[in-house]
C-alpha cells in the first residue's frame, strides 16, 4: 500500500484539531459531506466542494472589483488636486466687464495696466474659490465611497469566514473518507479474487482525491490571505475617510482663509500701485503743465515787450540808407568828373582838328 500523502499543514481553525481526536457523532458528520463521492465514479471527485468554489470565485470577483474602484476613486481626487494646485498657478482669465470707476481709471495710462492686473487677479482668485468648494464635494464623495465599499468588504469578509468553515468541513470530511478508502484498498489486496486493474483503479481514486483536497487546503489558504488583504483595503478606506474629513474640517477652511487673505493684500497692493500711479500721473502732469505755461508765459511776455519795429532793424536801415546815399553822391561825383574830362577832350580834339585843317589849307 502507498504511503498516506501528506498534506500543507494547517494549525488555524478547525483544521488544527487532529481528526483521531474527533468522536464519533462528528465523524459520522463530516463523512455525511463525502456521500456523493463515489469510489466507482471518479467524476464525483470534481464536484466535491465544487458549489462552494463558484461562490469562492465570484467573491474574488467583487474584491477585485472593489480594488479596481478604490484605485479608480483615489485617482480621481488626486487628479482634481493636481488640476487645482496647477490652476492656481496658471489660470486662463476671461474678459470682465469693467465698473464705471474702472473706466475712468483705465483713461489713465499709468493706472490702466494696474486695473487690468487687478480684474485678472480677482477672475483667478475666484475660479480658485469655486474650485476649492468643488474639491471639498470631491473629498466627501470620496469619504463616502471607501465607506460604502467598506460595507460591502464587509459582507465579503464574513461570507469568507463562513466559506473557510464550510471548507474545512470538506477537508475534514475528505480526511476521514480518504482512511475509509484506505481501508477498502487493504480489503481489495488481501482478497486474491480480486482483480489486479480494480486494486488499480481505486488506487487511483484515492490519489486524485488526496489532490482534490490538496486543492482545497490550498485555496482555504488563499482565502486566509484574502482575509487580509480585505483588512488592509478597510484599514486603507477608514485612513481616506478620516482624511476626507481632515481636508474637509480642517484643510479646506484654511484654503479659504488662506484665500481670503490673498485677496486682501491683493487688493491693498493694487490700492497701493494704483494710488502711486495716480500719484505719478498726477505729479507729471503738474509738472508738465507749470512747464508749459512757464514757456507761454515768457514768450508772451517777451511779444509784448517788443517793439513793432526792432532797433536792430531801424540801425540796419538807417545804415542801408546812408550807404545808399553816399555811393549816390559818389556815383555823381564821378559822372560830374567824367563829363568834365570829357568836354576838355572833345574841345582839344576840335582844336587840333581845326590846326589841321588850316595847316592843310595853306598847303
Known sequence: MEKEKEFPEITTGKLATDISLLSDEEKKKYIQLTKNVDTHDVNSIQNYGNELSRIVSSNGDSILQITQSNHTNTDDAVSYVTDLLAEVNDCNIEK????????????IPLVKKFVKTYEK???KYKSVAENISNLSNKIVNTKMIALRDNNV???IFDNNVEYISQLDDLIIGGKLRLKEIDKDIEKLQADSSVEPYVVQDMVEFKAQFEKRINDMMITRHVMTQDLLQIRALQNNNTSIAVKADNIVNNVIPIWKNQLAIAIIMNNQEASVKAAKAVSDATNKM????????KSNTI???????????DIETLRKTGQLLNETVQEYRQ?????????????????????????????????
Do not use: H, P, W, Y
Open 286 to 293: 503738474l509738472v508738465k503743465n507749470a512747464e508749459k505755461l
Open 96 to 107: 470682465v466687464d469693467q465698473s464705471n470707476f474702472s473706466k475712468i481709471l483705465m483713461r
Open 121 to 123: 487677479q480677482v477672475m
Open 299 to 309: 514768450s508772451v511776455a517777451r511779444e509784448q515787450a517788443r517793439t513793432v519795429i
Open 153 to 155: 468588504m464587509q459582507r
Open 331 to 363: 556815383i555823381q561825383k564821378e559822372s560830374e568828373t567824367n563829363r568834365k574830362e570829357i568836354e576838355n577832350t572833345v574841345r582839344e580834339l576840335s582844336e587840333q582838328l581845326g590846326k589841321t585843317l588850316i595847316e592843310s589849307a595853306q598847303l
